[in-house]
């Protein structure tokens, strides 16, 4: 896996990831897990989903989180122990790479592990798990790493936060179709999972792989709709775009480009810009699993 991910820009966008995610669809997920489920996090950065999911899941779990950056991983201990400190619930270290946190509902064990993704799913100890769930990473992916994960899995999969390709910036701009061009095929350049990411098509292939396997699907909108103050977040949205079309767009559009990018970033200053971003949550549940599932509008 050759993409990092700045912890700084996995801060900024919690706040935006927490509201997205769809509720009812983790909620099926926590139906459908044992009374003390075991949970893989691929991915998981500096812990955001489990700060989000471990509440809707309400009962004692264990969790093993894993990424390639040891310096995410440390961040998500902080950021968990300080979460749970705030809410007034105990947290204690067994081990270096355990965390206990004493909540109401039972005790939440977290575990790290430093692993490469592109080599998931042969380094999982999936026999140890019931569930497999990211957050923003299955369009990172390429189809032939998603084949081999839903062949290896007969548990459930709960992938949220995945680009559908429907977003855009308000007010409109004449070259906003150049920037989401180049934007778009940067999404879909090699991330290092083994071939070409899926970008925008994650949601779809996704449902494809899993179906093939004989899971029950279910999908949800998770969208993030950006307003226009504060404007951190969305002046950090449209530079990241324009970056990206500047990574794969000829040198000669460059300066149409970067047009684009002062003119988001003064509207940004001014207050006036806005964004969405589509997002699909999904869950993919083994066929034994299959009657909990339901259509989520």
Known sequence: MSDNFDPEWL???????????????????AEALPARPRIIDLGAGSGALFRWLAPYIGR?????????????????????????????WTVTLPKPEVMLIHTPVGP????????????????????????????????????????????ALNIPFYAALNVNGREGF???????????????????????FDGRALGP??????????RAEGFRVVTAPSPWRIPATPPTMVETLADGHAEAARRSLPRILHPRIEAWRRHRELQAARGVLRAQVGHVDLLALPAAMAQTARTIN
């Open 11 to 29: 801060q900024l966008r919690e706040a935006f990831d927490a509201p997205a995610r769809s509720v009812p669809l983790a909620l099926m997920l």
């Open 60 to 88: 004692t779990q264990i969790w093993t989180l894993v990424d390639a950056d040891g310096r995410l991983l440390e961040r998500a201990f902080l950021d968990i122990a300080d979460a749970a400190e705030r809410v007034g």
């Open 108 to 151: 939440w064990r977290v575990e790290a592990q430093l692993a490469d993704l592109a080599e998931a799913p042969g380094n999982l100890k999936l026999d140890q798990a019931d569930a497999v769930v990211s957050s923003a990473l299955c369009d990172l992916v390429s189809r032939p790493w998603l084949d081999r994960m839903a062949a």
């Open 170 to 192: 308000s007010p409109p701009h004449r070259d906003d179709r150049l920037v989401a061009h180049g934007f778009r095929k940067d999404q879909r350049r090699d991330k290092g």
């Open 201 to 210: 098509d994650a949601p779809r292939e996704m449902a494809r792989a899993f």
